[in-house]
């Protein structure tokens, strides 16, 4: 089982920046793909990006595409979502997962705690 902590978020105004970090431990780091999740008030989880094992490799939802980025470093067991121009619909709890690699699913039904972004206006 994966354990994972979440951390960078916070509260930052439209048009900035902030980058998250996925601390994972409890399994062979880079055996996994792993993404990024959020949800919003109300709404359901949704899938926010992707990388590959090897990091090379990344998969966006259209409405970040070209304004967030994720990478990985697998000597340290993170995955990071570098994030910029934020909207207000950007705001959420983001999370990360281990994910099949070729569904980009979530591979277990373990989750950290998330980390909350709220972009004001």
């Known amino acids: 089982q994966v354990q994972l902590v979440e951390s960078g978020g916070g509260l930052v105004q439209a048009g900035g920046s902030l980058r998250l970090s996925c601390a994972a431990s409890g399994r062979t780091f880079s055996s996994d793909a792993m993404a990024w999740f959020r949800q919003a008030p109300g709404k359901e989880r949704e899938f926010v990006a992707g990388i590959n094992r090897s990091g090379n490799l990344g998969y966006y939802t259209d409405s970040v595409k070209g304004r967030f980025t994720i990478s990985r470093d697998n000597a340290k067991n993170t995955v990071y979502l570098q994030m910029n121009s934020l909207k207000p619909e950007d705001t959420a709890v983001y999370y990360c997962?281990?994910?099949?690699?070729?569904?980009?699913?979530?591979?277990?039904?373990?989750w950290g705690q998330g980390t909350q972004v709220t972009v004001s206006s």
């Open positions: 997962a281990a994910v099949n690699p070729v569904t980009l699913l979530p591979a277990f039904d373990s």
